[in-house]
């Protein structure tokens, strides 16, 4: 159920439009519920008009005795539509009126056992939805206190489907980017636009924040963004304050240019909060350090244990740092994918933010490897792109998990369509490397005995390697990695230990992007594996304490296995 409120000067308004037949979906308009119970009802009186001014003048009778004093609210009309889904079935009279009592009560216009509350009627007038019609003058002639009523009509509502047994709305917690106003919706379309000026504006603020390291740099990226126009605000001090954007080509009636601050276009933007992510961003690594790509990937990788922990300031943190990798995709990826990695994007930006507050200090490492990413030559290759979607997708589904555990209705929506979106750019992207690695398949006899590592160190996925069309671009890697000094050994005991293969659709696939990444590090020298392998002994020979075996009712699924 979807509860709307709205407020008015005029009762007599309400009223003749709740009772209006002239309109469709207006039916059968008569009262379900009222004060007291004994209101009159114009749509069952024989004298209509009549009826309709006696009940406008019993709504109004504390507004006028308040207004004698000066103490009418100048709005003192508070109107609640409240309409079920399409699916649940059709509620008699009297569950509606129940209903209406609920809200009324949950809201503050007329708490339970309160004989000083306001007046209300609820008429319903189609079978789906009933309207609620209050003054906010109470008895006592005080004004109702009913701050957040939407926010407790919400929580009653959802109640009320659990107790009947409706269709459960996705509910938020008031952390989600403003929704484009009917105006802006209605102007877009007229100018034949897909996404209105302020989704717009907001996708094109989120990738100059994902791309800078400063606040300077953040400010000078937009203002050389083609069509973007931009406002600093400064202090008397000359400290910059604040910033508003505007599109060239979104003008008001005055040809003038329509401003948007940074929080009007979402929570996160606000100057003071976009600080608090760039404050926490490592500088770009050098050139000669490690591929930014695998560093991000690695990163990504291990946010799924980030996720594990209790930690909920530094779990916020990741998903907004991972947020901010998806903003920059498109940047960086072929044409083709471009539209399912901004759509994957756009999905996900209601997965970055929550009521928690996020702790930016624990995602330092992918925030630093995103912008180093933007600062270097797109790859030509799509392997790089395609690892990195890789560990994407597992992000997601971690990201959906912790907020299903948070009660997250509205993210974890959001994360189930970026998953569509990610997987749908990965499978395009993974066709042409995976495809130019399987024609480089080793001889046959190679191939046999990296099929008895992969039975020895991937036991429990091994059949399932083996019989993915990837595992001949899996065993090119892996001959590829021997022939630079690797040991194919390590690299598949290493990949087994970094990512667990349970929820890998196409295992092959997800081994031959780890094992490239592993093998693309410097090959370890004789006396680093010697000392490796004295630690493993030592380890191993170290005598350790029994615990006692978990009771079977507190089982617990298997953990991924991670670095």
Known sequence: MIAKITGGQTTADLIHYLYDTKKKSHTDPHLVASWDGFAPDPGRADDFDATRRALVADLDLHVKQAARLGRAPEKHVWHCSIRAAETDRHLSDEEWGDIARRVVAATGIAPNGDPDGCRWVAVRHAPDHIHIAATKVRADLRTARHWNDYLTADRELAAVEKEYGFFQVVRGDRSAANRPTRAEQEKAKRAGQARTVRERLRTTVRTAVAAATSTEEFISLLQHTDGVLVDIKHFPSGDVRGYTVALQDDVNGKQEPIWYSGSALAPDLSLPKIRQHLDATERPPSPRRANPWHQATAAAERIPHHLDHKDDGAAQAHLAAFGEALDVLPLLAPQGVQPQLRQAAEA????????????????????????????????????????????????????????????????????????????????????????????????????????????????????????????????????????????????????????????????????????????????????????????????????????????????????????
Do not use: C, N
């Open 348 to 563: 996900f930006e209601r997965a970055t933010r929550s009521r928690i507050r996020a702790d930016h200090q624990h995602a330092r490492a992918l925030r630093g490897a995103v912008r180093a990413m933007v600062r270097e030559p797109a790859p030509r290759d799509g392997a790089l792109l395609a690892m990195l979607l890789d560990a994407a997708l597992l992000v997601v589904m971690a990201a959906a998990r912790w907020h299903q555990l948070h009660q997250h209705d509205q993210q974890v929506v959001a994360a189930h369509q970026t998953l569509l979106h990610l997987q749908a750019a990965y499978e395009q992207t993974a066709a042409a490397p995976l495809t130019a690695r399987a024609q480089r398949r080793p001889p046959q006899r190679v191939v046999e005995r990296h099929i008895l590592l992969i039975r020895q160190y991937v036991p429990e996925h091994a059949e399932q390697v083996l019989e993915d069309p990837a595992f001949d671009a899996l065993a090119a890697v892996l001959a590829v990695a021997e022939e630079a000094g690797h040991d194919p050994k390590e690299l598949l005991q290493l990949a087994a230990d970094q990512r667990a293969l349970d929820d890998a659709r196409r295992p092959a696939r997800v081994l031959t992007w780890l094992v490239e990444r592993l093998s693309a590090r410097p090959v370890p020298s004789d006396r680093a594996r010697a000392a490796q392998a004295r630690s493993t002994a030592q380890r191993l020979s170290m005598p350790t304490r029994p615990t006692p075996a978990a009771p079977a009712t507190q089982a617990q699924p298997p953990q991924a296995r991670r670095r």
